[in-house]
């Protein structure tokens, strides 16, 4: 985690929003992610989302788990609440935390090694209940803390910087959050802030649990970025191993496409992704449609980008559970213990 904070410093003609807030309101500390890093192209959009969004910073709860991509939320609103969580367990303290300030905007950063591993059964349950959050998968591949193992959405065949040979089918976020429930699906990469920033700040403002996976290059152990999703990329070379003592620096890789076009996208150690941007006449509200156009882009060696599927009249947990309408941090303590009848009375219903 980093502990210093960018200086904030006002100038003449700065940019404000409706509050009177500057960007710089809205980031965090100095980001110490390796120089090229595709997270930190999202914590700039994040930045320029809640920005445009006109949201006060201390209205929003971050949340992460363990990994690069749990730094993530260091890195933006230096002054919002925010919390690491264990391992994997990062749904639980935002299902815990939204239920007693459902007030709050609520945003969980995690990775495919938090979301898809460890923590996959916190994952599935957060939509299945329908959370209301956005969750972002930056989606690398491997786990980058621990030098570059395969993660659960590494592709089959691949292969990891010693050579050996990932023979392990991929887990899709996408499919898995289409096929758990979730009511706000869609896939971005880093590098195309035109399309990551319409998507956060709809999933910002979607009632219910917006997922958002986001190709993320990791420049460090790059050599199979692309085997963040389990479709046939075409490899040219792969490059020997980069000692883990040295980062070499690099750009950051960003891209400008149309809708409906496909694009291949030369990463780091020269393997490509091909992504293909949603046709404008696509439909995200058939669920099944939905996994159809993802099969058939898999097929053709294509990762689609875009909403890919939206419920925006599914029931919140919240709905669900009839909960109050006020934080329960604003209800008096009396009426959220009534007591020992109280609790008898209700475990009466259950002998």
């Known amino acids: 985690m980093s502990f210093i904070r960018k200086p904030n410093i006002a100038y003449k003609g700065q940019r404000t929003n409706a509050l009177g807030l500057s960007m710089r309101d809205y980031e965090g500390g100095m980001s110490t992610l390796c120089a090229g890093c595709g997270h930190d192209s999202i914590t700039s959009a994040l930045v320029q989302a809640f920005f445009e969004l006109d949201i006060e910073p201390h209205r929003v709860a971050k949340l992460s788990g363990i990994g690069c991509s749990s730094k993530t939320p260091a890195y933006f609103l230096s002054t919002a609440h925010g919390i690491n969580t264990v391992h994997g367990r990062m749904p639980a303290v935002a299902t815990g935390a939204n239920a007693a300030a459902r007030d709050l905007y609520y945003i969980g950063v995690s ?12 994952f599935a349950h957060a939509m299945r209940r329908n959370l209301h959050m956005l969750y972002l998968i930056e989606n690398n591949g491997v786990y980058g803390l621990t030098k570059g193992q395969f993660s659960a959405s590494a592709d089959l065949g691949t292969k ?9 089918p991929p887990i899709d976020p996408v499919k898995a959050a289409l096929a758990f429930g979730g009511s706000f699906v869609a896939r971005a990469f880093s ?12 999933g910002l403002k979607h009632k219910g649990f917006a997922m958002i996976d986001v190709l993320s290059p990791c420049v460090t152990f790059n050599d199979h970025e692309d085997s963040t999703k389990s479709y ?3 490899r040219q070379f792969y490059h020997p191993a980069v000692h883990t003592d040295f980062i070499p620096p690099a750009e950051a890789i960003t891209i400008n496409y149309a809708e409906g076009d ?5 990463l780091h150690d020269g393997s490509k992704l091909v992504l293909c941007k949603v046709q404008p006449s696509y439909d995200p509200h058939d669920r099944a449609a939905a996994l159809s156009y993802l099969e058939k882009s898999e097929a053709k060696g294509e990762i689609v980008t875009g909403l890919l599927y939206i419920d925006e009249n599914r029931s919140t947990m919240h709905a669900v559970n009839n909960s109050a309408v006020k934080p329960l941090r604003e209800i008096p303590y009396e009426d959220l213990n009534p007591g020992a009848a109280k609790l008898v009375e209700l475990q009466s219903r259950y002998r």
């Open 191 to 202: 590098g195309d802030k035109d399309q990551l920033l319409p998507l956060l700040k709809a």
């Open 232 to 234: 046939a990329h075409t």
């Open 111 to 122: 990775g495919d090694g938090d979301s898809l591993s460890i923590g996959l059964g916190q």
């Open 160 to 168: 990891a910087k010693k050579g050996e040979v990932n023979e392990q």
């Open 262 to 266: 496909v694009v291949t996208v030369e």
